[in-house]
């Protein structure tokens, strides 16, 4: 889980203790069952990196936004504006934006997050997984 206040400098990323074990790291049923439906082939570590992936992913959505309102001196309508004319699209702007008249406040909805995670962001998963694969094979 991913923690974030806007304006906060520090995001935490929390593993759950249900998820460890004497050993480490051993959550085997994060399997298929996720919420972002990324289908899992590997051993639990594989699926640790995949879990970090998603994680850092919320980081960096979240330092994007962190970053618009910076530029706009915390005004969530002009960070939407900014956010917008850089290029981002709406499916990325309704994770964190709700507009209410012609103004924009700060509305987090991680259900939209993940659903953005399903679209857009399996392959920077797969490709965590694979460098992971990678190193093992030249270590």
């Given at each position: 889980?991913?923690?974030?206040?806007?304006?906060?400098?520090?995001?935490?990323?929390?593993?759950?203790?249900?998820?460890?074990?004497?050993?480490?790291?051993?959550?085997?049923e994060v399997g298929n069952n996720?919420?972002?439906?990324?289908?899992?082939?590997?051993?639990?570590?594989?699926?640790?990196?995949?879990?970090?992936?998603?994680?850092?992913?919320?980081?960096?959505?979240?330092?994007?936004?962190?970053?618009?309102?910076?530029?706009?001196?915390?005004?969530?309508?002009?960070?939407?504006?900014?956010?917008?004319?850089?290029?981002?699209?709406q499916d990325f702007l309704d994770?964190?934006f709700e507009g209410v008249d012609?103004?924009?406040?700060?509305?987090?909805?991680?259900?939209?997050?993940?659903?953005?995670?399903?679209?857009?962001?399996?392959?920077?998963?797969?490709?965590?997984?694979?460098?992971?694969?990678?190193?093992?094979?030249?270590?």
């Open positions: 889980m991913t923690q974030w206040v806007p304006g906060n400098r520090n995001v935490y990323i929390l593993i759950n203790e249900n998820v460890l074990d004497a050993q480490g790291f051993n959550f085997s996720n919420n972002i439906y990324y289908e899992y082939h590997g051993d639990v570590y594989e699926r640790l990196v995949g879990m970090l992936m998603h994680e850092a992913i919320h980081v960096m959505h979240y330092r994007q936004i962190q970053r618009a309102l910076n530029a706009t001196h915390g005004n969530m309508s002009k960070a939407y504006e900014y956010l917008k004319k850089d290029g981002y699209t994770i964190f012609d103004k924009q406040i700060f509305h987090f909805n991680p259900d939209r997050e993940h659903i953005y995670m399903l679209k857009y962001d399996h392959g920077a998963i797969s490709e965590a997984i694979r460098e992971y694969q990678m190193f093992l094979n030249f270590r």
